[in-house]
């Protein structure tokens, strides 16, 4: 009994340690740099820490996330580029 215990711990501990191994080699999304400075975004960064550009902005439709260069939203296909760049 304590023998399965120990398995079911060590299996446990297996998996989240792949679950954060999984994580953290998780290719970085396209537009993961900033296009102002070159500094790295995380996928969920609106604005660069270094510069204070706007990397991201959020859909007026759906309110997904999404990089500013993009013309439509990936998510809904509305038109999110108000003003041309
Ligand atoms: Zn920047
Ligand atoms: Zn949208």
Redesign the pocket.
């Known amino acids: 009994m304590i023998l399965f215990f120990f398995i079911s711990l060590a299996f446990l501990t297996w998996l989240i340690c792949r679950e954060l191994e999984r994580r953290t080699v998780q290719p970085s999304l396209p537009g993961g740099r900033c296009g102002d400075c070159g500094g790295e975004i995380q996928s969920d960064w609106l604005i660069c820490p270094r510069c204070r550009n706007l990397v991201q902005q959020h ?6 996330a ?1 990089a500013c260069s993009d013309a439509y ?6 038109a ?1 580029r108000e003003k041309a760049a």
């Open positions: 859909c007026p439709a759906c309110g997904e999404h939203c990936p998510w809904c296909g509305d999110v």
